[in-house]
């Protein structure tokens, strides 16, 4: 198998705080800063700060509202 991230190497990615993961699973959009993105727009690949994918995001106006989220809470990311 491969891993998860493999799958989403075409898209920019975003590595994102705790804080803005927990409202990607809740469903709600979070800024992000233009120098955090490898790319302007689009689907953008979400991960969290141990390089774990979380979510597929749109990027529109410097907000990312998640369009799939991988993970069930914001909890599940930091657990090891």
Do not use: N
Request: hydrophobic residues 50%.
């Amino acid at each position: 198998l491969c891993p998860m991230a493999a799958a989403v190497a075409a898209l920019p990615r975003v590595t994102l705080s705790l804080e803005s993961i927990h409202a990607l699973c809740r469903g709600q959009s979070t800024p992000v800063t233009a120098d955090a993105l490898s790319a302007p727009g689009g689907e953008t690949a979400v991960f969290d700060d141990r390089g774990e994918l979380v979510a597929i995001a749109e990027l529109a106006g410097g907000r990312l509202q998640p369009k799939l989220v991988l993970v069930q809470s914001a909890r599940s990311v930091r657990l090891t």
